[in-house]
């Protein structure tokens, strides 16, 4: 398949990623459950792809995500800016003192060690990003003014909220109308997909989703839990 890339040239953008930024705590060499320090990092499935590649590559990166206006919210934003990633489309909510209705996620990672495998525990109900709907990004000036090569979004993301899957499938057509190429990595997650409708969810949203994606991501399980698809 022939990918045809816009011109750098035209675009403010190389990659453009959408999806939830966690504030990652990493307990070191010991394990989550006995830990006393953590050392703080910033971390997500979509986000990470466009880091990475400000970070290797320097390509001109952007994050679109939502953030509750508190310090662990600043937080984040300085870790990635410290990545060399834009932040000029992160949404910031409104944050209520506590945290029931808004809130940042938190992902703790444990490394695994000899056959004990790593583990990784999120806690992200209600976050920021979860509660990000249709027409609160403006696609339009991303998309059509600033212009971007690239977009990259996710399963992860899609299935946060019933809103979420609303707000990639905005994305994606106001991202094929400007001839931007999209990617999506289906990373299938049962724990997020059956607070909001299960497997039937996951492959009404998915099946939704693909034709407007150019690079499609996944193993033979994402590939037949989320499109039905023998690989």
């Known amino acids: 398949m022939d990918l045809k890339v816009k011109d750098s040239a035209s675009c403010k953008y190389d990659i453009v990623s959408l999806g939830e930024i966690m504030l990652r705590l990493d307990p ?3 394990r989550i459950r006995t830990a006393r320090q953590f050392t703080a990092w910033e971390g997500g499935g979509e986000y990470n792809v466009a880091r990475g590649l400000r970070r290797c590559f320097g390509m001109r990166a952007a994050v679109v995500t939502a953030l509750a206006k508190n310090d662990i919210g600043y937080l984040i934003e300085d870790f990635i800016l410290q990545g060399g990633v834009d932040t000029s ?9 506590i945290g029931r209705s808004c809130r940042n996620g ?27 709907k249709p027409d609160m990004i403006d696609w339009e000036r991303l998309f059509g003014k600033d212009g971007v090569r690239w977009m990259h979004t996710g399963g992860i993301y899609a299935a946060l909220s019933e809103n979420s899957a609303e707000v990639v ?30 497997l039937d969810r996951c492959r009404a949203v998915n099946t939704t989703i693909a034709p407007y994606i150019d690079v499609m991501i996944g193993n033979e399980e994402d590939f037949h839990a989320c499109l039905g698809l023998e690989i």
């Open 169 to 198: 499938i905005e994305a994606v057509k106001i991202a094929k109308k400007y001839g931007t190429i999209v990617s999506y990595d289906l990373n299938y997650r049962p724990s997020l997909w059956n607070a909001i409708g299960g």
């Open 28 to 30: 070191g060499d010991t």
């Open 106 to 132: 938190l992902n703790f990672t444990e490394r695994g060690f000899g056959v004990r495998g790593a583990l990784g525990v999120s806690d992200r109900a209600n976050t920021a990003i979860s509660q990000l």
């Open 89 to 97: 489309y992160i949404k910031w909510m409104e944050f209520d003192g």
